[in-house]
């Protein structure tokens, strides 16, 4: 799996050219009642709004508005619900038998079938097509033969999908998985209609889904215009007339627009507007916990790193860092100190536990200093904490963290930040193994499992393992955990994974991460999702 947390950490401020339009202001008047239009803020994707080629915040909005899979995420609890699957069936964790439901339809009035998910997931798997999600389909059968590590893919289809009537198909993966059927409301997973492949340049300029709206117009690097589908078959229908999406490039900008009248909604409240938000906005602010977490990775392809004794420098470093007045000066409070490496957002039930952690993510910095002279000292005698200085306030919260670690050692040069100019630099030098000490990490959950906040970062290989961390044990019981069918066993198996994580401090949780938003007086019924995007198709307008 490939890094799609780091593109959609960053999503919240992706720096693209603002056009002229985009702050013009004063034009939120978008009617009222059903017919309604809300004005929303928006960073221009990465990339095409393709399901499988989308791996950041801002194109996942637009496809959660414009798609429905086989299932949906609670928008309240985040639980995974059939959606266009009518049933998921399995006898073994390994092979499964999807039906569709029978009666829906993309906006362009083509029937949505079994071929409509089993064509998208083989377009969005080969190699050939380069899409940025294709890790998704890696647990199918056949996935090393259509994006092979290497050369050429030698089939052009999965050989684990078959589509066995209009309405079936079936699934064979190369591994147990039980909890799989709960992943399958990623946008990856979205169908496709027949016209996606027929002209493609043409879907691509104006992309037809079946969700509860359809495009209306798109100007990157500008707007995005979606109204809402009145034939939607779902029951989720857009409770407004749909969305205008405005690209900013500061969201202080985009919520200055906000307090004089000129926007709607904003969904990333700067921090430097956090002081002052709830003066501006009252009741119409809102912060709420999501499935985000912030870390402090390390190089284990570096030797200085990977040492007998630097797991207890590690652990040390944990401890220096006071992760509750950080997130109290700098966040004000938009940020929980975090003491497991998941999100309270999952549940006890899901997997979250608080205080996994134990004694090494509780500040002590007598212990800390303690700690990290038996092993042997921080390597090279400082400590330097790389993270991408184009975007967010990273700045203030790893000098916030060298103080709190340079305090603890008595030492003001023992830890420094390591700013690099921009993301993508960031990124390459990450991918590169380039990395000479502790990194920024961040992961936004793609489905709310305890499975996808550790085997995409930790287990050994896996494509958001930037540190590359790797532990048999840890492996292990991940891999026992995707066999087991009883939830609570298998969970159980995965904490006890999280804790062989806690016991080398494979990385270092720092705090979990709020949604964060503000809107109109015209709007109301406003909410973020477990993943803090806004769940526009509720959203009224008077």
């Known amino acids: 799996m490939r890094g799609a947390t780091h593109a959609k950490w960053t999503a919240c401020a992706v720096v693209v050219a603002l056009a002229a339009t985009a702050c013009g202001g004063g034009d939120s008047g978008g009617g009222s009642g059903a017919s309604g239009i809300v004005s929303s803020s928006w960073g221009d994707p990465q990339n095409p709004l393709e399901p499988a080629n989308t791996n950041e915040v801002q194109g996942g909005k637009v496809l959660d508005m414009l798609f429905r899979g086989l299932v949906r995420y609670d928008p309240k609890t985040g639980a995974a619900k059939n959606m ?18 029978d009666g829906w339809t993309f906006s362009n009035g083509e029937k949505v079938t079994a071929k409509s998910f089993v064509d998208a997931w083989n377009y969005g798997a080969n190699l050939k097509h380069n899409q940025k999600n294709a890790y998704f389909f890696g647990y199918i059968d056949g996935y090393d033969k259509v994006h092979p590590d290497k050369g050429d893919p030698t089939a052009d289809t999965l050989s684990g999908l078959k589509v066995t009537g209009d309405r079936t198909f079936t699934v064979k993966l190369n591994q147990k998985f039980s909890t799989w059927p709960d992943t399958l409301g990623y946008a990856a997973f979205a169908p496709l209609p027949k016209a996606f492949f027929d002209n493609h340049s043409a879907w691509l300029s104006k992309p037809v889904g079946n969700g509860p709206y359809t495009v209306n117009s798109y100007t990157k690097g500008s707007k995005l215009e979606m109204r809402k589908w009145d034939a939607y078959p779902g029951e989720d229908k857009a409770q407004n007339g749909g969305v205008d999406l405005k690209v900013y490039t500061d969201n202080n900008t985009a919520y200055t627009d906000l307090t004089a009248g000129n926007l709607d909604l904003v969904d990333d409240v700067p921090a430097s507007q956090l002081k002052n938000v709830k003066s501006d906005l009252g009741d119409r602010y809102i912060n709420t916990p999501a499935g985000i977490i912030q870390t402090l990775a390390f190089p284990f392809y570096d030797d200085a790193w990977n040492t007998p004794g630097a797991v207890k420098v590690r652990k040390g470093l944990s401890m220096a860092i006071n992760r509750a007045q950080i997130t109290d000066t700098i966040f ?8 497991d ?6 549940g006890a039930d899901g997997g979250y536990k608080d205080g996994l952690c134990g004694d090494a993510c509780k500040y002590d910095p007598a212990g ?7 092993g042997g000292g921080i390597p090279g005698g400082q400590v330097k904490i790389s993270y991408n ?18 305090n603890a050692l008595g030492n003001d040069k023992a830890c420094v930040g390591n700013p690099v100019g921009t993301f993508a630099d960031f990124r390459n030098q990450i991918t590169q193994n380039k990395m000479s000490g502790p990194f920024r990490a961040g992961w936004q959950m793609d489905y709310p ?3 996808n906040f550790l085997q995409p970062l930790y287990y050994t290989n896996a494509s958001s393992n930037d540190g590359k961390w790797t532990n048999a044990q840890f492996d292990k019981l991940v891999n026992e955990a995707n066999a087991e069918t009883d939830k609570a066993k298998a969970v159980d198996l995965f904490q006890q994974a999280e804790g062989v994580l806690r016991d080398q ?11 964060s938003a503000g809107y109109s007086t015209r709007l109301s019924n406003v909410a973020l999702n477990p993943f803090s995007v806004p769940v526009y198709n509720e959203i009224k307008v008077s």
């Open 341 to 346: 490496w998941t999100s309270p957002v999952l």
């Open 505 to 515: 401090m494979g990385a270092i949780p720092l705090w979990y991460q709020n949604g």
């Open 332 to 339: 004000q409070k938009t940020r929980t100190p975090a003491t």
């Open 449 to 451: 499992l305890i499975q």
């Open 368 to 374: 800390a200093k303690k700690l990290i002279q038996e």
């Open 389 to 406: 200085a184009d975007t967010g306030s990273h700045k203030e919260w790893v000098d916030a963290i060298c103080n709190s670690v340079n």
């Open 84 to 101: 266009v699957a009518e049933k998921i069936d399995t006898t073994d964790s390994t092979n499964f038998t999807v039906t569709v439901k």
